[in-house]
């Protein structure tokens, strides 16, 4: 599971890294709104934990940003403020938990724990369309008839679901997917996309995935 930490604390922020790191949480810190939305946009997080006083763009305003483009990550809201109506307004705008400072870790990680939980519907598949990635098997499925797909050719293709956009730039995708070996280029992404389309194709699939302009893409042939 990975996190992303908002908060303008510094010192706050990397000891609640350090302890959900210490819990088998992989986490990212920022230090104010602006940077926190940035992030969301090019990472993929599995739950957010956002002040909401923070310079640049407060953890309301954040919230209501990610809600209003249709991003159903889980969100826990920390804040100093703790008056009834501070909770209904970060509710109101889809938070899925408040916990007011000063707080223990032990309570944050709780919270997590079950935040995380109920966001879960089912983490053993991944659909897109027409399409079923199975997580643990790792095979593609659609209309009853499933192939089994290589470690890249599945992780390829779960980051582009994953993403909210359906698309990655190249460069992330070497990144994520083959962890910048050097022996690996456009060219080796350009071969895994060509072996997906053909399962795709003999599956009578809706979705292919195109590559151009060193951005890469799920769509939807009609």
Not at 31 to 53: H, P, R, V
Not at 54 to 60: A, H, I, R, S, T
Not at 155 to 162: D, N, R, T, V, Y
Not at 209 to 214: G, K, R, V
């Given at each position: ?5 908002a908060d303008d604390e510094i010192n706050l922020a990397r000891a ?56 159903d990550i889980p969100v826990l809201l920390l804040s100093a403020l ?77 980051m582009l679901i994953k993403m909210e956009s359906h698309a990655s ?54």
């Amino acid at each position: 599971m990975r996190l992303l930490i908002a908060d303008d604390e510094i010192n706050l922020a990397r000891a609640l890294q350090a302890v959900l790191l210490d819990a088998g949480y992989d986490c990212d810190v920022c230090y104010d709104g602006k940077n926190a939305i940035d992030l969301i946009s090019q990472e993929i997080y599995d739950g957010l934990i956002l002040d909401i006083m923070m310079p640049e763009k407060n953890g309301y305003e954040v919230l209501s940003l990610i809600r209003k483009q249709k991003k159903d990550i889980p969100v826990l809201l920390l804040s100093a403020l703790s008056e009834v109506d501070d909770k209904i307004k970060g509710f109101d705008l889809g938070a899925n938990d408040y916990l007011s400072k000063p707080f223990s870790t032990k309570e944050l990680i709780a919270r997590v724990k079950v935040m995380l939980k109920e966001n879960m519907v089912d983490d053993s598949y991944l659909q897109y369309q027409d399409i079923l990635l199975n997580k643990k098997e790792e095979t593609l499925a659609c209309k009853n008839i499933k192939y089994q797909l290589s470690t890249y050719e599945y992780s390829l293709l779960a980051m582009l679901i994953k993403m909210e956009s359906h698309a990655s730039p190249v460069w992330l995708v070497l990144e994520k997917v083959w962890q910048n070996r050097v022996d690996v280029n456009v060219k080796t992404v350009e071969l895994y996309i060509s072996y997906l389309n053909r399962k795709l194709k003999a599956l009578q699939s809706c979705v292919s995935i195109q590559i151009h302009e060193e951005k890469i893409e799920l769509c939807v042939n009609i």
